[in-house]
């Protein structure tokens, strides 16, 4: 496939992460990693590496769309500065840390954990399991070990943290507003140091394609990025004009589909 063609199949897949990131209300990544397997797939690259590439592309891709989010939730001050700093060391140790596990996984038992990750995800969004609000207050040591294993998990699965971020800012008492912003900074750092991780990580692969810096793929980044932040904003104006339950189901339906597929 030439080079123009799949720049074309980048600028596509993020045209519907974007969409569906702003429909269905949750990070690009649980779109972007599965789809991007897929493309790679189609450029012929290694599957020993594809499932790796993917995540750090992904991570990458984050840094850019989770930068643009937070920004906008600080001009609306609905971020918890307190929260935020309390989990920021955790959420990069453990960001780094998810990269190296991750490397040392094989390709396909890293696409094995990610389609049980998305089962759940999916289970969790059909039967409406939203964040439980709570009073807890917990110390420093506790959101410290809150964000490690928030940034070790988002960094393994190339997702932006705001499916784990959120329920646990919920039950530390902030409110719904804040905790979806505050998760918005939170994801920054986790894509920040997950990314330059795996770059790191993936120095010099024997497997890798051309285009790629360790586990990073920049064409697909690049793609991505210049589509997905405008189709995000169609997202948002069509999830004001569809029923809020079938686009629950529907979102659901297809990540059991995806968590399906990398498992079978």
Request: proline content about 5%.
């Amino acid at each position: 496939m030439s080079v123009l063609a799949m720049l074309l199949v980048y600028l596509l897949l993020g045209a519907a992460a974007g969409t569906m990131a702003g429909v269905f209300g949750v990070g690009g990544g649980l779109v972007i990693v599965p789809a991007l397997v897929v493309a790679f797939g189609l450029q012929g690259v290694a599957p020993e590496v594809a499932m790796h590439l993917a995540v750090g592309t992904s991570l990458a891709t984050i840094v850019i769309t989770g930068a643009s989010s937070a920004w906008g939730h600080h001009r609306r001050g609905s971020i918890q500065r307190r929260w935020f700093l309390a989990l920021l060391p955790g959420l990069m140790l453990g960001a780094i840390g998810g990269v190296f596990v991750a490397g040392r996984l094989s390709g396909g038992l890293l696409g094995t954990l990610f389609g049980v990750f998305v089962l759940l995800m999916a289970l969790r969004m059909a039967l409406a399991r939203g964040p439980r609000p709570g009073s807890a207050t917990p110390g420093r040591l506790g959101m410290g070990l809150a964000g490690v294993v928030i940034g070790g998990i988002s960094a393994l699965f190339g997702i932006g943290g705001g499916m784990l971020c959120v329920p646990w800012l919920t039950r530390c008492g902030v409110t719904m507003t804040r905790a979806v912003g505050t998760s918005s900074a939170c994801g920054l750092p986790i894509a920040l140091f997950g990314a330059a991780t795996f770059m790191v990580v993936g120095w010099g692969h024997p497997l890798l394609p051309a285009g790629a810096t360790g586990f990073v793929m920049w064409p697909a980044f690049l793609g991505i990025v210049l589509a997905s932040v405008p189709f995000a904003r169609l997202g948002v104006h069509l999830a004001h004009r569809l029923p809020a339950r079938t686009l629950r189901l529907a979102f659901a339906a297809l990540l059991a589909l995806v968590g399906l597929r990398f498992l079978l």
